[in-house]
């Protein structure tokens, strides 16, 4: 006899879909066997990582018998020496996606509601669900974040309040001037989460700076990745940065070693490694430039961004045009799960591989 165990399931996760991943190249391979694939699907850096990362984990692969530190003590020592913050504002985790995670869970429950962005990052409405709470999704303005929406749309049950900035998939970014007259307007026992997993690619004017405003904030908890401009995110490390009593609650829900051991030592090292990030920077400009140039040749319309990426909208439906995008050998990212079926989002990669993207583009199209 079987049992029905979807009833049995919490009721937020029967009715959940799971997050969808880019495709990854090995994937496609398989499928069209063939090889020289491009992918421009996760926002992940076509640098490869720092040379400083791989000899750490060299260094570190020696002791692969034993257990990470759990406490990720040299991690957060650097973190918090880095930007002028004290280790016990740290939480560690398998990537931001880990974190928040557990700042769901400590939060949210049948009884609570978050607040997000149409268009905000498709974390925010999976965490939301998983544990039961209600999601309060407020129009965009302008793709991005409509902060007075949000603020409006508070409500008694509301204990957490999720922006990505710059978010992601749409490449907008608020202000400093708007953020800070949004957390003025925010109950205080209401926690923001603001997810900076892109900022250190950031060059717009205003642009602020989460971590300095802890201290102004206890309610703000910032969350910064590895993965991205930082080169890791095969390593999966991240962490959130908050107040003291925040940071001893998500450690509660924590698991023990979350964050592997090659994880912590790669991580400590690049974050050290200021030139890699400076080249990931500059990579990133020199190719979301010529990104914005060869689909403003084909005539099509794009949401300008500040980040690694660039969502870009197609004459028609999308989806095809990611069918064929693969035929080419070029992985890019579908926007249906988001609610924008006309658009695909391009991580922003080497030159050839922009170049390449921008050529099968234009045979497809
Ligand atoms: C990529 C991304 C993250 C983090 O991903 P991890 O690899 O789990 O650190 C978090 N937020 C946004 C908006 C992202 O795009």
């Known amino acids: 006899m079987s049992c029905d165990f979807l009833a049995l399931a919490n009721a937020g996760i029967q009715g959940l879909s799971p997050y969808q991943a880019g495709k990854p190249i090995e994937e496609l391979e398989r499928e069209l066997g063939i090889s020289g694939i491009v992918k421009l699907a996760s926002n992940e850096n076509p640098l490869g990582p720092s040379a400083a990362a791989l000899t750490a984990c060299e260094k570190a692969e020696r002791d692969l018998t034993r257990y990470p530190d759990a406490n990720g003590f040299e991690l957060k020592q650097a973190i918090a020496e880095k930007f002028s913050l004290q280790p016990n504002q740290l939480t560690l985790g398998a990537g931001s996606n880990d974190v928040l995670d557990l700042i769901a869970r400590v939060f949210l429950s049948p009884h609570a509601s978050s607040v997000f962005s149409q268009y905000g990052f498709v974390v925010y409405p999976i965490a939301t669900q998983a544990c039961g709470a209600r999601a309060i999704v407020t129009p965009a303005k302008n793709w991005g974040h409509d902060l007075d929406a949000m603020a409006a749309a508070i409500a008694p049950d509301t204990r957490v309040v999720f922006i990505a900035n710059p978010n992601n998939p749409t490449g907008t970014s608020l202000t400093k001037t708007e953020l800070l007259k949004f957390l003025r307007q925010v109950p205080a026992n209401v926690v923001v989460v603001l997810d900076e997993a ?11 700076n989460g971590l300095a405003l802890l201290s102004e904030f206890p309610n703000l908890i910032v969350t910064r990745t590895f993965s991205k401009a930082y080169g890791l ?3 999966r490390v991240g962490y959130a940065a908050s107040n003291v009593q925040i ?5 509660r829900v924590r698991a023990p070693f979350n964050v592997n051991a090659l994880a912590l030592a790669a991580a400590t090292a690049t974050l050290a490694d200021d030139e890699y990030l400076q080249r ?7 190719g979301m430039q010529q990104v914005v140039d060869g689909v403003t040749a084909l005539d099509l319309a794009f949401i300008p961004s500040v980040g690694n990426f660039i969502t870009v909208e197609m004459p028609s439906d999308a989806l095809p045009i990611y069918q064929r995008l693969l035929r080419e050998g070029v992985i890019v990212r579908p926007l249906v799960p988001y609610g924008m079926p006309k658009h695909l989002r391009i991580s922003i ?6 170049a390449k993207f921008l050529s099968a583009l234009r045979r497809v199209l």
């Open 233 to 235: 995110a095969g390593l």
């Open 349 to 354: 990669g080497l030159p050839d591989e922009n």
């Open 247 to 251: 940071a001893d609650l998500l450690n």
């Open 198 to 208: 892109y900022t250190e690619y950031v060059n717009a004017p205003d642009f602020p």
């Open 280 to 286: 990931s920077h500059a990579l990133n400009l020199q």
